[in-house]
């Protein structure tokens, strides 16, 4: 059967490279280690996220949509990722920000959504967790009323339509690993909203990529959670897009371990392997998600369970800007 494609406005450059880490290799005294480049998808639009809005702003502009409405932290990538889009194309974005940002000049994301021009509407964590969807919808009414059509994309793009980001980067880093001569393999990648996973997964199970073994790293939820929205996002693309596959949850595997203290709350073996990877590489890895998941990924061959058997692939899905939001952190680190 014909997979049905949905319609999409190409904004991210692609494909991305597929790099081998040598130097990194050396350093770690021996392992194959390979790095699928998405903090290169663009430069104000760099990250994983650009991959699910060129779905989710092409229906927004095909359904008659002028306003794109999204959620997240100060430090989102995806909400940065969403007001560059929609400068590019051609919408309003409007961003819903928990917590407030803090005092003083806008620094990291932040500052950028404020550069490509969304409004921003900021909320206490408190206020936002307990009365989100009245706030969405309250936000969703005000633009009515002032004669817009807007769209909601939650947190991360993390819809079924934003699944065909990596349901399709799977089909290229299938094509790019099978040229580079890479069979079975471990490929590695940060979770928090799912739909990089969720697609990933999908991709997989589409294309018959059983030499995969995919798994992510938790960086903000714990592993019920994640299960709970994977199904959901998984199933709900099968079914709206009449996907060739079914959903199998023993597809599912997690590094769990290595949210420490808490969403984007960094902790020092983070930012000791962002220095890593600066020094051996010139790579820049985030606080927030690959910093923390590619400690997974570094335990993983230090134990010899990862890139040594065979090669291990880490998805670097960006993040490079909030790295300008913690300068001290990075020169000085958490115990300073
Ligand atoms: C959003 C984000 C992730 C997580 O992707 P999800 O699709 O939300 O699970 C990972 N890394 C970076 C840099 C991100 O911005």
Redesign the pocket.
């Known amino acids: 059967m014909p997979v049905k494609h949905p319609k999409r406005i190409v904004l991210a450059e692609c494909p991305t490279p597929l790099v081998r880490l040598e130097r990194l290799e050396r350093e770690l005294g021996g392992a194959e280690i390979w790095l699928k480049r998405d903090d290169l998808t663009g430069l104000e639009v760099s990250?994983?996220?650009v991959r699910?809005l060129e779905y989710v702003a092409a229906d927004a502009l095909a359904t008659g949509c002028d306003t794109l409405v999204t959620e997240g932290t100060p430090q989102?990538?995806?909400c940065r990722a969403a007001a560059a889009v929609c400068a590019k194309v051609g919408l309003r974005c409007h961003l819903l920000l928990r917590p407030e940002p803090p005092d003083g000049l806008p620094r990291g994301n932040h500052l950028l959504d404020v550069l490509f021009g969304a409004e921003v509407s900021a909320y206490s964590r408190e206020q936002y967790d307990a009365e989100r969807d009245r706030i969405v919808a309250d936000v969703l009414v005000r633009l009515e009323a002032a004669g817009h059509k807007p769209r909601f994309t939650p947190?991360?793009a993390?819809e079924p339509l934003g699944c065909w980001g990596y349901i399709r980067a799977a089909a290229e880093l299938a094509d790019q690993l099978h040229q580079a001569d890479v069979g079975e393999c471990d490929i590695i990648?940060?979770?928090?909203?799912?739909?990089?996973?969720a697609g990933m997964l999908l991709g997989q199970w589409i294309h018959q990529l059983e030499h995969w073994n995919l798994w992510a790293v938790p960086?903000s939820d714990d592993v019920v959670h994640h299960t709970h929205v994977i199904e959901k996002l998984a199933r709900g693309a099968i079914t709206e897009f009449e996907l060739p596959t079914e959903f199998d949850e023993a597809g599912l595997q997690f590094i769990d371990g290595y949210i420490g203290d808490g969403y984007a709350i960094p902790y020092q073996a983070a930012i000791d392997v962002i220095r890593l990877l600066a020094r051996t590489e010139a790579i820049l890895l985030?606080p927030?998600?690959?910093g923390k998941?590619f400690c997974a990924l570094l335990d993983g061959v230090r134990e010899g369970w990862l890139g040594t058997r065979r090669p291990a692939v880490f998805i670097h899905?960006?993040?490079i800007f909030s790295n300008f939001a913690w300068p001290e952190l990075l020169v000085k680190g958490i115990e300073a």
């Open positions: 990250g994983n996220k699910k989102s990538n995806h947190a991360g993390s990648l940060p979770i928090s909203s799912g739909g990089t996973y960086v985030d927030v998600y690959t998941a899905t960006g993040g």
